[in-house]
């Protein structure tokens, strides 16, 4: 590793955290299916005259250290959306990073998400993943399929407006052969044909890094959702900004458009 990115490296953000402010937090009304638009690892590799990939790098710890956290403060499922449908318009060297870093992520970590009785999804079209890729992620899911934990999420080659597409046309398969009645087509029914089927929908959505948009983000799945926004980048999101973001939400109330 080159020396100018080591001293970026090995932060223990989670030192800020003490446990009572863990066990205050647990108390309370917890979200149980957190997303987060994970942005601005280019900014973060940019602002240090470093290589965009070393931002990624540092930004998939990141995803580490918050599961962790997610995971002991009682969140459910987390979803993190990681590579977009459109993120292929990437240059190539940026794409083929991205796509070595499940690999990688899997190769250091799985072994402690199964001990932390995690399970790992994704989301997304695997078959268009490299081979490397999809066979690092489909092991994950193999291997982690019987834990109850939290579910770790991962939006990978996904896109919203692509996962309501496929779901509308297996749902007209449905509706041809017989399967389904025009009239019984409920919101409950789609959500079904759709990515998420059997995870609620996200309770609290964050997103880094100053960004205030949903690029095609869960777009269905978001409707009665609460937003949190930070201007932090995401390599720089610490355990101290998601507690953060979790107590904005608790003191918001929620009304589904009731009063
Ligand atoms: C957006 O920042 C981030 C991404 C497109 C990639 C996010 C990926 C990770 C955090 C790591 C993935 C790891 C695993 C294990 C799936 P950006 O590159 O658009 O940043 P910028 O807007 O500052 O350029």
Do not use: C
Not at 228 to 255: G, H
Request: hydrophobic content about 40%; proline content about 3%.
């Amino acid at each position: 590793m080159k020396a100018i990115w080591k001293r970026w490296f090995n932060k223990d953000a989670s030192a800020n955290i003490d446990d009572n402010s863990k066990a205050e937090l647990k108390n309370l009304d917890i979200p149980e299916h957190v997303a987060i638009i994970m942005d601005g690892n280019g900014r973060w590799a940019k602002s240090r005259m470093l290589p965009r990939a070393a931002g990624h790098s540092e930004g998939m710890k990141v995803i580490r250290r918050i599961t962790k956290f997610a995971n002991e403060v009682g969140v459910k499922a987390l979803t993190l959306y990681a590579f977009s449908t459109e993120n292929w318009k990437r240059p190539e060297k940026e794409v083929n990073y991205l796509m070595k870093l499940p690999v990688e992520f899997l190769d250091t970590f799985l072994p402690e998400l199964i001990e932390e009785n995690v399970r790992v999804n994704i989301m997304g079209e695997i078959d268009g993943l490299p081979n490397h890729t999809r066979a690092a992620v489909e092991k994950a899911m193999k291997d982690t399929a019987h834990n109850d934990g939290l579910l770790l999420n991962l939006a990978f080659n996904y896109g919203s407006r692509a996962e309501m597409l496929l779901g509308v046309k297996q749902l007209m398969e449905d509706v041809k052969k017989g399967k389904v009645a025009t009239d019984d087509i409920t919101e409950e029914l789609f959500s079904s044909y759709l990515m998420t089927d059997g995870i609620r929908d996200p309770d609290l959505l964050i997103r880094t890094s100053g960004e205030i948009r949903l690029s095609n983000f869960m777009l269905w799945q978001l409707a009665y959702t609460e937003f949190w926004f930070t201007d932090v980048l995401w390599p720089d999101f610490t355990e101290k900004d998601f507690m953060e973001a979790i107590k904005v939400y608790q003191a918001r109330s929620r009304r589904y458009g009731g009063l």
